[in-house]
């Protein structure tokens, strides 16, 4: 699977923005049909996001779309079918149960297309049915929203994110034992660099995949913070080499670098080739 490291939303009824986008750095491109877009332009950007995805260049970021939810004023299903083109995946907004991501589900199988579904947890329920949405139909990663959940919740949001810390490692927990990839949630300040680098870093701590990006500036940030250095490579691939050496000799614990690296060593370091074979940093086998 490609990297899915910096997930950038981009409004669906700017045609020129969305194409720029796809131009840039970004592992993941959304077109975004709904909080980006006023009610009076959802049409427009049906039609400018259908135009887009059947003039994707060769070579560019993964394209996803994010619907509107399903049974609101404005109704997903009219996103879905006003959209012939088929991105990657489409985004379900405001996932509270399995019922809402098996509902976008159900509709593309009735239309016949493989295209998958990411589903955001950013409501109280969400969160509490974070492990039966991430085990839906057709999902492939699930992405965090605290500043919905936030809303949800009437708790006041601070650099730190305490007052989401449960819902956060909730949400990649639950993506892990669906054995589906975790986007950890946006961080506002798109101007603020270093409180960027700080809050993927902390995204990166909980077992995060990927995170989502608001602004063009924050996707090399995120890049970088998700692609392993060349010290951390080096050390996965010595972790790596080593077990299969163990295993050849029925060894189940041994030693590198003078540390002794059992199961969750072995499995970090699977993580590190992990990220670095998505990023193309990886030299090993």
């Known amino acids: 699977m490609n990297a899915r490291r910096s997930v950038l939303f981009t409004p669906g009824d700017e045609p020129e923005m969305m194409r720029k986008a796809l131009e840039g750095d970004a592992d993941v491109v959304v077109f975004d049909l709904e909080d980006a877009v006023a009610p009076d332009r959802k049409e427009a950007a ?18 996803w779309v994010r619907l509107n939810p399903f049974g609101g004023d404005i109704d997903g299903r009219d996103d879905l ?3 012939d083109a088929e991105p990657s995946c489409f985004v379900v907004p405001k996932a509270g ?19 998958g579904v990411v589903p955001i947890v950013e409501s109280a329920a969400g969160v509490v049915n974070a492990a039966e949405v991430a085990t839906a139909s057709r999902v492939s990663a ?16 601070t650099p730190e994110g305490e007052e989401v810390i449960y819902a956060r490692q909730k949400v990649v927990a639950a993506a892990t034992a669906a054995e589906v990839e975790a986007i950890d949630t946006l961080w506002t300040e798109f101007r603020d660099e270093e409180g960027l680098r700080e809050d993927t870093e902390r995204g ?32 996965a691939e010595r972790i790596l080499e080593a077990k299969e050496e163990a295993e050849e000799r029925g060894k189940g614990v041994f030693e590198v670098d003078g540390e002794m690296v059992d199961a969750p060593l072995v499995e970090q370091a699977r993580t590190v080739k992990h ?4 990023a193309g940093v990886w030299s090993s086998g």
Do not use: M
Not at 142 to 157: P, Q, S, Y
């Open 275 to 278: 990220r670095a074979r998505a």
């Open 204 to 235: 990166i701590s909980l077992g995060y995949d990927g995170k989502l990006a608001i602004h063009p500036a924050q996707v090399e940030v995120i890049n970088d913070a998700f692609t392993p250095d060349a010290r951390k490579v080096e050390w």
């Open 46 to 63: 049906r039609e400018a996001v259908e135009e887009v995805l059947y003039d994707i260049p060769e070579g560019a970021p993964e394209a």
């Open 97 to 115: 149960s399995a019922e809402d991501v098996e509902a976008v589900a159900e509709a593309l199988e009735e239309s016949g297309t493989d295209t």
């Open 142 to 157: 699930v992405v965090f929203g605290a500043e919905d959940l936030a809303a949800d919740l009437g708790a006041t949001r």
């Open 81 to 83: 079918d006003a959209i």
